[in-house]
């Protein structure tokens, strides 16, 4: 296992503008922790600095075992297809790893795509790309897996079937962290929530404590729908 | 205005007479530039998809300097192949000045830059939107390049295509190191140049049209397969 | 789809690579002169079929043809320069010389003739009244056998263009052919030889207006490039282009070429002195 993951003292600037201004987390195996906050909150570079594609300006990233980056994958808001046809494209990262490419298919059928396997990627519409996205990444059997607001710009049903994918992702094992600005989703998925604002980590807590009971002023502010900033 | 009408009369009538000589000079023509933009490809686009990843030192340097090669003349280029192929030159032994293959060398040298540079600008667009998923999936620069390769593969139908224009078209570097020799070297623009040296400008003129008329297939052929690949989504 | 193209461009290259069938080759740097009369185009067909040798030809002015030969690019040399032939052969890069044939210059000029040489036969006359009248006038200036020519006609005229001449005096730099458009596009008059001359289509306004002058024959000559110097050269196929050059069947070649029923080149390999 790779987690525990503890995250110390993460800063992170870009054109002179601290993004991330000393953050500490820690990440356990269990259900899906949701990283929630308002835009701009630093939400999605957070997930960057933790899967390791921003290196940050002070701090470091500890996971629990060596190989830590082969054993954990990320999709993204507008998952990147590449110019192929959707199982080429779920098979890309298994070929790069040295995994049998044909668990591909397997994952296409968990999401639904197999019919559409001979398809070219991008004439996909948006949810299946980001359905094929998390066959990509699912195929990996990762231990964690990043997800970057997802849903952001999927219709409702697109997003109830990216939803479901993500609950079973997270039944089978794998520990999903994931942001959104759906305080709705996070309802839906969350185990754990991380509220995040300005840069900094404001409250961690259990999810139906931090529905039911919210632990800080702008946690409270942010559930009723508060401008924070 | 007489001269270009009876030029493509001229051209229509050497078309349709299946003129031996100039089938092979068509057919020389075909193969050399063909083989030279085969060549050059295999330095020019990896080198390119690599500048266009890599991030090195030096690295702008070479970017100039091929941005630079992009507008080699010909007959420097020519000259430079000429002296190293020369018989008293440091590649005499092989005996290769004043064939086909020197052209191909020549051709290949000058279009090599073109695909690099050009290759370069058209997969740095795409390497903006690649580089953070193919790093997510563990892909280092250098398993990049053949994925950028690929998948561009479209985008750079139209790059290959731009060196095949630009070697079938010269003149100055295979003149030089071909010699313009009947039936063994003789090529398109050489040949045209050579008629325009007799004086005889109806015949340059049609030659002019017919080696048009070459490079036009060979751009409606690519452009049509691309299109069939693209539309079946390969 | 696209795997299935590259395959295709593939196989194509691989077709191309043996470039040209084996036969037995030679070459020969020579001028542009005897390449764009059509001279090779009719006797090397005659000779090939005689010996199965192939003869390629690399048409240059008299001066790099020469060069090539030093560099040890050709295994014969053509050329019409009898001076710098006999300074090529001086300096061991090849020889001995053969004399092959001669044809003739001619000095071609507009239909207007502002000189008045039309008809004047002496050649070196002609010259000082299109420099006395600063008519424009062409030169190839490109070190070839008649760059060569026409600068001693000159001398003999007794004008130094080198450095006297006026901006009616334009070098070209280029072979005979697109001299001839230049002299044409400019209403010019040009020293030019008569094969090439005769040949040539663009002519415009231009004709002849001076020939006839012994002092514009122009010789041929032939060498074999020094193996001595240059191992790789094909000595013997080459000598033996050479030995059928001069031979009767060579010379009853060259003499059976004509255009409009006119011989351009004189067979002259018998001629002591030529």
């Known amino acids: ?229 | 205005m007489q001269d270009i009408g009876s030029a493509f009369a001229l051209a229509f009538g050497l078309i349709l007479s299946g003129d031996d000589g100039l089938a092979r000079i068509v057919g020389l023509s075909l193969r050399v530039s063909l083989t030279a933009v085969g060549i050059a490809a295999l330095v020019g686009l990896p080198l390119g998809a690599l500048l266009a990843v890599a991030r090195f030192p030096g690295r702008q340097a070479l970017v100039v300097a091929l941005n630079a090669l992009m507008g080699l003349p010909p007959v420097v280029a020519g000259l430079v192949i000429y002296i190293a192929l020369s018989r008293s030159g440091p590649f005499g032994s092989l005996g290769l000045l004043f064939t086909p293959t020197a052209m191909v060398i020549a051709q290949a040298v000058l279009i090599a830059p073109i695909l690099a540079a050009l290759s370069r600008q058209v997969l740095e667009a795409m390497w903006d939107e690649y580089a953070e998923q193919l790093r997510s999936f563990g892909a280092g620069s250098w398993r990049a390049v053949p994925t950028l390769l690929w998948d561009g593969r479209f985008l750079l139908t139209t790059v290959l295509l731009a060196g095949f224009g630009r070697a079938s078209a010269e003149v100055g570097a295979v003149m030089v190191v071909g010699g313009n020799i009947e039936g063994f070297t003789r090529v398109m623009t050489t040949a045209i140049a050579l008629e325009t040296s007799k004086g005889d400008l109806p015949l340059a003129l049609a030659l002019g049209v017919v080696l048009m008329a070459i490079v036009l297939g060979v751009n409606a052929l690519a452009q049509g397969l691309r299109d069939l690949a693209a539309r079946r989504g390969a | ?274």
């Open chain 3, 1 to 274: 789809m696209f795997r299935r193209l590259f395959l295709g461009l593939g196989l194509a290259m691989a077709t191309a690579l043996p470039l040209a069938a084996q036969t037995q080759s030679i070459t020969v740097s020579s001028t542009t002169s005897t390449e764009q009369s059509g001279l090779f185009g009719h006797i090397l067909p005659i000779f090939t079929q005689s010996t199965d040798i192939a003869v390629r030809v690399v048409a240059l002015g008299t001066g790099q043809a020469l060069d090539v030969g030093r560099r040890g690019d050709a295994d014969v040399v053509f050329v019409h320069d009898k001076d710098a032939e006999e300074r090529f052969v001086a300096e061991g890069f090849g020889g001995p010389r053969r004399a092959v044939m001669f044809n003739d210059f001619v000095i071609v000029g507009p239909a207007g003739d502002p000189a008045r040489v039309n008809g004047l036969r002496d050649s070196v006359e002609a010259l000082r009244r299109i420099a006395a009248a600063r008519a424009p006038f062409i030169s190839r200036g490109d070190r070839s056998g008649t760059h060569a020519a026409e600068l001693r006609l000159w001398q003999q005229a007794g004008i130094d263009v080198a450095t006297g001449r006026g901006a009616w005096y334009r070098e070209v730099g280029q072979g005979m052919g697109p001299a001839l458009n230049t002299a044409a596009a400019q209403n010019a008059y040009i020293l030019a030889d008569r094969g090439t001359w005769l040949a040539f289509r663009n002519r415009q306004e231009l004709r002849i207006v001076t020939e006839g002058d012994e002092r514009l024959f122009n010789q041929y000559g032939v060498m074999l490039v020094n193996p001595q110097r240059h191992a790789h050269v094909k000595a013997e196929a080459g000598q033996r282009f050479i030995d059928w050059l001069v031979s009767p069947a060579g010379q009853e070649a060259i003499a059976g070429y004509k255009i409009n029923g006119e011989q351009l080149f004189f067979p002259n390999a018998n001629r002591p002195g030529a």
């Open chain 1, 1 to 229: 296992m790779i987690l525990p993951m503890v995250a110390e003292g993460l800063r992170f600037s870009a054109g002179g503008v601290e993004i991330i201004r000393g953050i500490d987390l820690e990440l356990r195996a269990g259900g899906p922790t949701l990283v929630v906050g308002p835009n701009g909150a630093g939400k999605s570079v957070l997930l960057r600095l933790l899967h390791g594609l921003l290196a940050p300006g002070a701090g470091v990233v500890r996971w629990a075992a060596g190989d830590a980056a082969r054993r954990q994958a990320m999709v993204f808001q507008r998952p990147v297809m590449l110019r192929r046809s959707v199982l080429a494209n779920a098979e890309y990262p298994l070929k790069l790893a040295g995994i049998d490419p044909a668990r591909a298919m397997a994952a296409l059928e968990r999401v639904g795509l197999a019919a559409l396997a001979g398809r070219p990627a991008r004439k996909l519409s948006g949810g299946e790309q980001q359905r094929l996205a998390l066959a990509r990444a699912w195929a990996m059997g990762p231990e964690v897996l990043f997800l970057d607001e997802p849903t952001a710009s999927l219709d409702p049903a697109a997003t109830r079937q990216v939803e479901a994918i993500i609950a079973a992702i997270a039944a089978q094992g794998t520990k999903v962290v994931m942001t959104s600005h759906d305080l709705g989703q996070a309802r839906r998925l969350a185990e754990e929530v991380v509220l995040v604002i300005a840069g900094r980590v404001n409250a961690i807590s259990p999810a139906p404590d931090f529905f039911e009971r919210p632990p800080t002023g702008e946690a409270a502010a942010f559930l009723r729908g508060d401008l924070l900033w």
